[in-house]
């Protein structure tokens, strides 16, 4: 069974600039995450989906973060402008139900300079 | 400060057992869980276990509830240098993964 697939692997830009970063969950996974990790800490949730309706975006900087899961398959999660705080690993995971265990992938490891 | 708490760090020789402590604070959360994540890697999910079960085995790896506490632990049976990683307890709180800082796990040869 192939896992979550994210890309890319690591992105480097300048303060201002926009990103994208693309997550293809696993095959039947109707929820999908994405968590934020800054060096040091543990993740935290930045937005979570069922199918593509949004079950939780509380902790999303919605001025300069957005997301879309479009017909309920791959995601993509947007930051722009970037600031120099967003630096770091941005990972998504995927799991069946709300409740049950979540599969993460590689994740993108942004750093704004 | 977090919800979840765990203690940062541990240092264990290979061959000991180990054991990482965890508290939480949602007494509703229906699983509890444990990942991994080795340098520049996702996390990979360990084992988890059910509220309504004090103990679960899965080969090396126990898992200890005390809901009355809400304390978690996992113990990690004859511990090798390739478990030397950060061990992350994570609760569903209102339907979402919340997890603690990590504990790093050292092991010396």
């Known amino acids: 069974e192939a896992g979550v697939a994210q890309s890319p692997r690591y992105k480097i830009i300048e303060k201002r600039q926009s990103v994208a970063f693309w997550c293809n969950p696993i095959s039947g996974h109707a929820t999908l995450y994405w968590y934020q990790q800054i060096l040091g800490q543990g993740p935290k949730l930045l937005i979570q989906?069922?199918?593509?309706?949004?079950?939780?975006d509380s902790q999303l900087p919605k001025d300069r973060f957005s997301a879309e899961r479009l017909k309920g398959v791959d995601s993509t999660l947007k930051i722009q402008p970037a600031k120099l705080e967003d630096s770091a690993v941005y990972l998504c995971?995927?799991?069946?139900?709300?409740?049950?265990?979540?599969?993460f992938g590689q994740g993108t490891r942004l750093t704004v300079v | 400060g977090e919800d979840v708490e765990q203690s940062l760090f541990l240092s264990v020789r290979e061959g000991d057992s180990s054991v990482i402590n965890c508290t939480y604070t949602d007494s509703s959360s229906t699983y509890l869980y444990w990942y991994k994540q080795e340098p520049g890697a996702g996390l990979q999910l360990l084992t988890y276990i059910f509220s309504n079960m004090d103990m679960k085995q899965d080969q090396r790896l126990t898992v200890l509830l005390n809901k009355k506490d809400k304390h978690l632990s996992l113990r990690i049976a004859d511990t090798q240098t390739g478990d030397s990683a950060i061990y992350f307890c994570?609760?569903?709180?209102?339907?979402?993964?919340?997890f603690g800082k990590g504990t790093m796990l050292l092991v010396s040869p």
């Open positions: 994570a609760e569903t709180r209102y339907s979402t993964l919340t």
């Open positions: 989906f069922q199918n593509n309706g949004v079950v939780d």
């Open positions: 995971a995927s799991s069946l139900e709300n409740s049950g265990g979540a599969f």
